[in-house]
């Protein structure tokens, strides 16, 4: 098992498990837009030389903004959740980040029990963020408060 940097030749896979794991899958386009730019960081979690899981997060001065993180249904509760977080701390360090912010739904209970136990702090809501009545919930990890 590897977490490696995401590359062009992952992005379809990467589309695939967008569309497995979330209701508002990105594209191949929109996965390909920013993929070169240097403030995001996509990264890959290989398993038996299949991309089971990936993230992709942004860092900018002293913020880094985690927008993505999922693992395959399949591979689920095995802990790879927790490595890919694990990941996003170790480039938000060295990058020199001093926050990480992200957003999820409020329904989202895997990804919030997720975030808690690595020690993300709930800090705010944004109701019918994502429409539907779906609120979001907004959390906040302080690098080195833990
Ligand atoms: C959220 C997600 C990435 C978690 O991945 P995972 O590999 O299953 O997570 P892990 O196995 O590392 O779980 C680590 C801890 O998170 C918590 N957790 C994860 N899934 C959970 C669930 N379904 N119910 C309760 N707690 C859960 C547990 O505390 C777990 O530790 P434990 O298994 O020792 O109890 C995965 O469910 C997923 O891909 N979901 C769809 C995409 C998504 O919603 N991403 C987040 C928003 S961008």
Request: aromatic residues 14%; contains cysteine; charged residues 25%.
């Amino acid at each position: 098992m590897i977490i490696r940097k995401m590359t062009n030749s992952d992005i379809e896979t990467v589309a695939q498990i967008e569309k497995e794991c979330f209701v508002d899958p990105w594209s191949v386009d929109t996965l390909s837009q920013s993929l070169e730019n240097e403030c995001y960081d996509y990264a890959v979690l290989v398993f038996n030389d299949e991309i089971i899981g990936y993230f992709c997060m942004h860092t900018l001065f002293d913020t880094s903004e985690l927008f993505r993180v999922a693992v395959l249904n399949a591979y689920r509760r095995k802990g790879y959740g927790l490595l890919l977080i694990e990941k996003v701390l170790e480039i938000a360090r060295e990058k020199g980040a001093e926050h990480i912010f992200l957003e999820v739904r409020a329904k989202n209970l895997s990804a919030i029990a997720l975030y808690e136990k690595v020690g993300f702090i709930k800090y705010g809501e944004r109701a019918n963020y994502y429409g539907g009545g779906e609120d979001a919930y907004l959390y906040s990890f302080e690098i080195g408060g833990v």
